[in-house]
């Protein structure tokens, strides 16, 4: 941390790898303190400020590190598991701060990025910079030239919006299907396929913007 000013809600964040809604309610309940007092939401500190949670004095990181996982389906992107596996526990200690860049469900593999440099994060997820995500998908049948380019071309009305991706035929499978994707919207791939009628067997991520899954192994990170 430099001598500018930080919310302390964002210095938990960087410290712990907890969530600035997390920090917060942490402030709430009392268990951060500022300089040896309750701290209050929205207080702004300095690198001459001393931060505690639950007693332990917080340091933001001052070398910036990004991982690489190949995530397994089954393992859920939060620290708190609720009864399933995280990718947490994947992890060694020090790089379980790090904070995911993105998301990939429950069922869903692939390449996921953790980082605590905050500036990469916002430059991979922030729509005006448009990364493209590159997934292999796999369908309980196979795609018709009708539904593939009604998602194309015309789009698939959700909830929350159009949705159109890139659609390319692999040639292992008929029922393999190679996605190019530019948003980031929730399950938004199940979502499209669900709702012409396929139901979504593989979902797994290969690419994100200018990172490659390449032979990283189920389960293993990296470094990048």
């Not at 969530?19 to 309750?38: E, F, H, M, T, Y």
Request: no cysteine.
């Amino acid at each position: 941390m430099t001598a500018k000013t930080m919310r302390i809600n964002k210095l938990i964040a960087l410290s712990t790898g907890l969530s600035r809604r997390s920090a917060d309610s942490a402030i709430i309940q009392g268990r951060v303190r500022l300089n040896n007092k309750p701290a209050s939401p929205g207080a702004e500190v300095t690198a001459n400020d001393q931060v505690t949670l639950d007693s332990k004095i917080l340091v933001v990181p001052s070398v910036l590190v990004t991982i690489m996982l190949n995530k397994p389906p089954g393992y859920v992107v939060s620290r708190m598991g609720q009864g399933s596996q995280t990718i947490y526990n994947l992890l060694p200690k020090e790089h379980q701060v790090l904070k995911p860049v993105g998301r990939l469900d429950k069922d869903s593999s692939g390449l996921l990025l953790l980082t605590n440099d905050g500036q990469l994060a916002n430059q991979l997820t922030h729509p005006k910079y448009a990364k493209t995500k590159v997934y292999q998908v796999k369908l309980d049948k196979k795609l018709t030239i009708r539904d593939k380019l009604v998602i194309t071309d015309k789009g698939v009305l959700l909830a929350d919006g159009i949705s159109k991706f890139e659609i390319e035929p692999s040639k292992n499978s008929d029922l393999l299907l190679i996605i190019r994707l530019k948003e980031g919207r929730n399950r938004q791939i199940r979502r499209t396929f669900t709702a012409l009628g396929y139901h979504v067997l593989v979902l797994h991520r290969t690419n994100f913007g200018n990172y490659q899954l390449g032979k990283l192994k189920s389960g293993n990170w990296q470094l990048i």
